[in-house]
């Protein structure tokens, strides 16, 4: 039977309300804040115990597994509330953090065994920087109201931890965690290997964080608030903002489609030659792009298409900036470290690609024709470069699922 897997942002709020219909003494749905277009953020909670866990899903547009997962752990809760008994804590999930970007990404439902990633790409949104709501603006900036949302829920909240359940199209999982917890690392990178999901040797992202290899990110001793992202912005982030609460926040990253080769530590033989070729992947194609799309993407477009046009433009600019954090590297040495940035050299341009094509759909189809051959092209060349191997959603969310719990579980003393 083939169904679809993922469920948008409303589906989100009426299967939250059939869990609490069904389990009305242990789950309750709260309306914490609003959008920027006004649509509610909500809140299922679980339990009553005095210590607290928030998980956030939908930080991101492009990732709507987080929310499945959120679903599935509160389904295991109502079945089983001695899981909350044991950890002595309530227990909350915030369903969707950008339900804005999430109506704007909605319309791939990926059909188990056979999803499409040029399918994906047809419906693909990820907001610019500054529309997500996980960063925080450096001072005076204002934060986006659902930001601020989570700021206030985080400090009211106080939790013992926070877990942002992320995921990407394509490539390995990893973790990042704001301070090292003892066992924590083993047991994801066990649930990884027993899930079948290849985990990350040297992910691309925190570059400024602590490697512990394969696939575990660790906040370094004295690092400030400010984290260099690799797009070349320096923000504060709602990552690090419950510090101050003793709060662990674990970042859970998991791939949509598999990508074997993140996980391989077999030497390269010409480092220097692996290195100059990721920028000529990112380089070369987003010039490509640049000729195609000349001032398109400079000029307004319908209000409703106006964050994908601001997304691919913002993209395209921080190309270079992307390939000289890459050379400014300590040179990798194993084939593992250039999967992840070969994947990342060319994941850039097909996002740009894709939504540009969105936000012209209605100005210009001669474009957006050329365009949509290029998101076509594209994905054929990564599945058949990287092996793409699609990740049942059942592991996608199980990896969200049993690393919170394992995770919960170390941090609250609880029992197996």
Known sequence: MRTSLYPGVDELERRARTLVRAAPGLLRLSRVGESRAGRPLWLLSAGRGERHILAVAGAHANEPVGGASALRLAALFARRPQLLETLGCTWHFLLCLDPDGAHLAHGWQPEEPEPSLTECHRYFYRPAFARQPESLPVPPGKPLPESAALVRLLDELRPVAQFTLHGIEFGGAFVMMTREVPGAADAFRETAAHLRVPVDRDPVDG???????????????????????????????????????????????????????????RPVTDPDRAAARLGEVLLGRTRELAAVLGTRLDTAVAEDL???????????????????????????????????????????????????????????????????????????????????????????????????????????????
């Open 306 to 416: 106006a964050p994908l046009r601001v997304a691919a433009r913002e993209l395209l600019d921080v190309a270079p900036s992307i390939v000289a954090s890459w050379a400014a590297e300590e040179p990798g040495r194993f084939r593992g470290h250039f999967a992840s940035r070969g994947i990342s050299a060319r994941r850039i341009p097909l996002r740009v690609a894709a939504m540009a094509s969105r936000a012209l759909a209605r100005t210009d189809p001669r474009t957006v024709e050329i365009l949509d051959d290029l998101v076509r092209e594209w994905s054929q060349e990564l599945e058949k470069t990287y092996d793409l191997r699609w990740v049942p959603v059942a592991a996608q969310t199980g990896l969200h699922v049993r690393t919170m719990l394992t995770t919960a579980r170390l941090v609250c003393g609880g029992g197996g």
């Open 207 to 265: 570059p400024d964080w602590r490697l512990d290899p394969p696939g575990v990110l660790v906040l370094p001793d004295g690092h400030d608030e400010g984290e260099r992202d690799p797009s070349g912005y320096v923000a504060e982030s709602t990552w690090f903002h419950p510090r101050r609460h003793g709060t662990l926040t674990t970042l859970i990253e998991a791939p949509a489609w598999a990508v074997p080769s993140v996980s391989d530590a």
